[in-house]
């Protein structure tokens, strides 16, 4: 059974990066783009972008100037950065698979258990 | 970018009612790559639907998809207490995820 588990820290100040980590367990690294996804308080889903095994990303276009995904297929893990963050970067970030091929292709059908990230001073 | 609007905004109903969710989008979206996902309070959204009409392994037959080119529905046929909670739909398109902005369905 596929699981990711994601960590990073929960507060970050204005100006700063924040950053998060996603490891996938129990599952195939390559043949799926790994996405990170946010969710404000209260608020709906954005997509902010993702990674396949061999590097290749895709960000959403609103974000793009401000984030970094990254990939270490060794570890089977990657990785967000975000910035310079302000308040509007407070968020619950999720991350989530993609398949490429086969039945679930372009749906998130994997999910992390989400990481609660606050921009304060 | 394709932009998704969801309606209604809210669904009150009682459990055993049938639920009705409208997803549309601002230009034509491949029905291959419409999905739509279900999220409970404090919880990961959970993938119901994909390709617009496919259940996701595990996802009761009470839950069917529809629709194509641009407007798309979500039908629960009979609500369960399960059930009640923030639906959302989500397309692919040239290279980018979009989501609408959710459908909560409350109990009446």
């Known amino acids: 059974q596929v699981q990711l588990q994601q960590w990073g820290a929960g507060l970050s100040k204005p100006s700063e990066t924040l950053s998060l980590t996603c490891a996938v367990y129990g599952g195939s690294f390559s043949g799926y783009y790994w996405n990170w996804i946010r969710q404000p308080p209260g608020k709906g889903l954005e997509w902010i972008g993702e990674i396949n095994h061999g590097g290749t990303t895709n960000y959403n276009p609103s974000l793009k100037s401000r984030v970094t995904i990254s990939v270490d297929t060794s570890k089977k893990q990657f990785y967000l950065r975000v910035g310079p963050v302000t308040a509007a970067d407070t968020a619950v970030y999720y991350c989530?698979?993609?398949?490429?091929?086969?039945?679930?292709?372009?749906?998130?059908?994997?999910w992390g258990q989400g990481t609660m990230v606050t921009v304060s001073s | 970018e394709i932009v998704l609007t969801q309606s209604p905004g809210t669904l009150s109903l009682s459990p055993g009612e049938r639920a009705t969710l409208s997803c549309r989008a601002s230009?034509?979206?491949?029905?291959?790559?419409l999905a739509w996902y279900q999220q409970k309070p404090g919880q990961a959204p959970r993938l119901l639907i994909y390709g617009t009409s496919s259940r996701a392994t595990g996802i009761p037959d009470r839950f069917s998809g529809s629709g194509s080119g641009t407007d798309f529905t979500l039908t629960i046929s009979r609500l369960q207490p399960e059930d009640f909670a923030v639906y959302y739909c989500q397309q692919y398109g040239s290279s980018l995820f979009t989501f609408g902005p959710g459908t909560k369905v409350d109990i009446k």
């Open positions: 989530a698979r993609v398949a490429i091929t086969g039945t679930y292709v372009n749906a998130f059908d994997i």
């Open positions: 230009q034509s979206v491949s029905s291959t790559y």
